[in-house]
């Protein structure tokens, strides 16, 4: 279905790939101030104290019982289920109104789009709300494959939604590169048998990054691009 690229100085035993596989959150784009929202709302609703803004903002790209966990300390299921629904409720209000994308993010899908080479997003996000979001800036068509929350029965780093897209891809796991900013992005990947590239434009410093198996570790889509595609 898809081309295969040529890698250049990746320093890993793949010489071809047929898709890139992308994180959203920090990867890219930015909807910190909407999950702050939602997290904020989520946490007053259920009677416990406000978080920090720093606080919340670690949690992004957690599930959103994690991201209860992280912040309270409480771990019940019941509690669990209560924030998520709370939180996307408040998401369908705010989320991707105050979403924003990365400078090098559209270029980089379209050039992808140009060259045939397939693209997915695997994120914990719901996925109608990512289609809304590269709706709003005009990239609807450019990713091949969104796979979110809603559409498993366990988020990241379980690597069943990066195995949904390989599937929906028809593509091996030898075959793509998965994109993320965090440590639960990178644990994704290895579970699933995927090389794992980072960027460091999240809350997940390099050195972390490099801790797990991976290609590369860049500053952001750009310096990735070129270390990539050419």
């Not at 416990?48 to 992004?60: D, V």
Request: proline residues 4%; aromatic residues 6%.
């Amino acid at each position: 279905m898809f081309p295969a690229i040529r890698r250049r100085e990746i320093g890993c035993g793949w010489d071809f790939m047929k898709a890139l596989i992308f994180d959203f959150d920090y990867t890219l784009g930015d909807t910190t101030e909407g999950i702050l929202d939602c997290l904020s709302c989520g946490l007053r609703e259920l009677g416990f104290p406000p978080a920090g803004r720093e606080e919340m903002r670690r949690t992004i790209g957690l599930s959103l019982p994690a991201s209860l966990r992280e912040l309270t300390g409480c771990g019940d299921e019941d509690m669990g289920r209560e924030f998520s629904r709370v939180f996307m409720a408040r998401a369908d209000q705010v989320m991707v109104a105050s979403a924003a994308l990365y400078e090098g993010t559209a270029p980089l899908l379209l050039e992808l789009k140009d060259r045939g080479i397939g693209t997915a997003i695997v994120t914990t996000k719901a996925a109608f709300r990512v289609r809304g979001i590269l709706e709003k800036f005009g990239l609807s068509g450019l990713v091949d494959v969104i796979v979110g929350s809603d559409m498993v029965k366990k988020e990241k780093p379980d690597p069943e939604a990066l195995e949904l897209a390989l599937t929906l891809l028809h593509i091996g796991p030898e075959e793509a590169i998965y994109i993320g900013d965090s440590a639960v992005d990178a644990q994704c990947a290895r579970s699933a048998g995927v090389a794992f590239a980072g960027v460091t434009t999240g809350t997940t410093p390099a050195e972390t990054l490099a801790e797990y198996p991976h290609i590369l570790v860049a500053r952001d889509l750009s310096e990735l691009r070129e270390r990539i595609l050419l």
